[in-house]
């Protein structure tokens, strides 16, 4: 059964774990700029909506890399960037409509959520089961997963 | 079954690939002009800065046409017979075929400028070219670009790593002005002078001349540049010249309908060869860009291999690295008559983002932007634009602050429970 994360924003309290975990993961250092699971905050209703990539099956980014640097995780389905082939030209970055593969200046290519392959430490960090990582039927992420991609009308073109 | 592809760029690649998935006993002959494997034009800036080298600008691995069984021919196509339904390669060989792709792609203008045929004038569009800027430029200490645009500024960068003194010269009244406004074209170019970059715009050149193996470039200003090697990026045109004869009509790129089929029964044409939909005036315009290119393939192979599926329309988008200052743009970035339009704009810290708005019934829809100096999130702006995502509420709130953009994205398309 394939997993999926689950993210509830109504049981974030936005204690940023899971960007540290993040980071610490994928850097070795506390540096939640540089995560690619991130916490929004709501000011005008007091609330917290953790995000990241749902590793969608249009996989927006996945064929818009002309140097066939991002390919998919058989094991766990997830879309992971190859850093020795990823040249930074970005062009995945304005096709993936859910904004959630971002260049990162630092290292001149891009970087998006792997899921950990497999474990990912941001469902482990989370204190509150705002992120959990369940069978993909299971969860109310594939909703979310659907209302996203069902405003986007040229992802029913895929046969 | 057998599919034929004229053009293995991006969009020739991703359309044999999709065949390959939908009609997996099908023949595919893929054919590229050029005697090397498929290549990312994309990749040229980074082979140039030695970021990369020749294989890494591959678009899939070299042993990809094998196992997927795509025949991968090296020669350029000189006539299509689409009553016989055969094309004639440039060394006589006759390919039949049941099901043609035009994916020819695109290929550079020759400026109308006096000099501009001069072996040292170089365009940069080929691997090819890339070598021979590369050699040339090793011993180089001026060099001239031609042409502020994407493309010029794409290659902008490489060359000014290379360590030469850069000038570059733009027709237009700002750097990249199909892509960017008077603030971010302005902002770009206060940004390239700052890193030593020379930059003319609304100038021409008048003439280029050679003497003694240096390059004099004149202008319309009265200055006179002498430079080792000029760089040529005025622009690109649809590769349609092979196909005069064939009865395939082309206007400004070949015309296709939204199932990417030509005129002429059995053949389609995709990428920046075709005149596809945009998905923001309906209208059927050559983008020539990349996302586009890999659309437009996918859908032309899912129609070839005898699936229905129409074209929505891409959006126009770019992204643009000038010297480590990001820029992009959407869809209608210039905005439309009666829709608002918010900006912020921030010189010291070359910032800038633009966000436009439909004009009634969509007043609160996003139909285009533009941004300078901004990495984070920023696909949720195709995403906005793509599904006219009804902002309500949060029009007023990035009105005020079109910073938030992020959250305006996701209270609007995902279900946050009690968030408004």
């Known amino acids: 059964m394939q997993k999926s994360l689950h993210l509830d924003p109504a049981k974030c309290t936005g204690c940023l774990q899971c960007e540290m975990a993040c980071s610490y993961e994928k850097l070795g250092e506390f540096n939640p700029s540089r995560s690619v699971i991130k916490v929004f905050t709501f000011h005008e209703e007091g609330r917290f909506a953790p995000y990241t990539c749902t590793q969608c099956d249009e996989a927006w980014c996945l064929r818009a890399c002309p140097v066939d640097a991002i390919t998919m995780d058989m094991s766990t389905g997830a879309k992971i960037v190859i850093d020795d082939k990823c040249v930074g030209c970005k062009v995945c970055t304005i096709s993936c409509p859910f904004g959630t593969i971002n260049y990162v200046q630092e290292t001149g290519k891009v970087a998006k959520c792997d899921l950990c392959g497999g474990d990912p430490e941001c469902a482990k960090a989370c204190p509150t089961e705002a992120i959990t990582y369940i069978d993909a039927n299971a969860t109310g992420y594939d909703r979310m997963k659907a209302f996203a991609e069902k405003s986007l009308p040229s992802a029913n073109t895929s046969a | ?420």
């Open chain 2, 1 to 420: 079954m057998r599919h034929v592809i004229i053009g293995a760029g991006p969009c020739g690649v991703v359309a044999a690939e999709t065949l390959r998935k939908q009609d997996p006993d099908s023949t595919i002959i893929l054919i590229g002009n050029e005697p090397i494997p498929p290549y990312s034009r994309m990749a040229i800036p980074y082979f140039l800065m030695k970021d990369i080298d020749e294989a890494g600008t591959h678009l899939r691995s070299d042993d990809f046409y094998d196992t997927h069984n795509i025949q991968y021919l090296g020669h350029a196509v000189e006539n299509v017979d689409t009553d016989l339904k055969v094309l004639t390669t440039d060394d006589g060989t006759e390919i039949p075929y049941d099901k043609l792709l035009i994916a020819a792609g695109s290929k550079p203008l020759l400026p109308p400028i006096e000099g501009a045929d001069l072996p040292n004038v170089h365009n940069c569009w080929t691997i090819e070219d890339a070598r021979q800027i590369a050699e040339r430029s090793h011993s180089c200490l001026e060099v001239v670009l031609m042409g502020a645009g994407f493309i010029g500024c794409i290659i902008l960068e490489s060359l000014a790593k290379m360590g030469v003194n850069l000038t570059v010269i733009e027709m237009g009244d700002r750097m990249v002005p199909r892509m960017l406004d008077d603030k971010a074209g302005g902002l770009l170019e206060k940004w390239c002078i700052e890193k030593g970059v020379n930059i003319r715009t609304s100038t021409r050149v008048n003439s280029i001349k050679e003497e003694d193996d240096v390059m004099i470039v004149e202008l319309d200003n009265g200055e006179t540049i002498q430079a080792c090697t000029v760089i040529s990026a005025t622009g690109v045109k649809p590769n349609t010249e092979f196909l005069k004869g064939s009865g395939i009509e082309v206007d400004h790129g070949i015309v296709v309908n939204t199932n990417m089929q030509t005129n002429v029964a059995n053949v389609y044409a995709a990428g920046d060869v075709a005149q596809g939909k945009d998905f923001s005036t309906g209208n059927y315009e050559v983008q020539a860009i990349q996302p586009t290119a890999t659309d437009h393939g996918r859908i032309a192979a899912l129609n070839m291999a005898g699936h229905l599926v129409e074209h929505n329309g891409s959006v126009n988008m770019n992204v643009l690295d000038t010297l480590g200052l990001i820029s992009h743009s959407f869809g209608l970035w210039m905005g439309v008559e009666g829709g608002d339009s918010v900006d912020i704009y921030n010189e010291e810290a070359y910032k800038y983002i633009n966000l436009r708005f439909g004009a009634d019934k969509e007043e609160d829809v996003l139909v285009g932007a533009s941004t300078l100096g901004m990495t984070q999130h920023i696909g949720v702006i195709r995403g906005l634009i793509e599904g006219k995502t009804h902002l309500g509420v949060w029009k007023s709130r990035l009105m005020k602050d079109p910073t938030r953009l992020m959250e305006a994205y996701l209270s609007c398309t995902q279900e946050l429970d009690n968030v408004v």
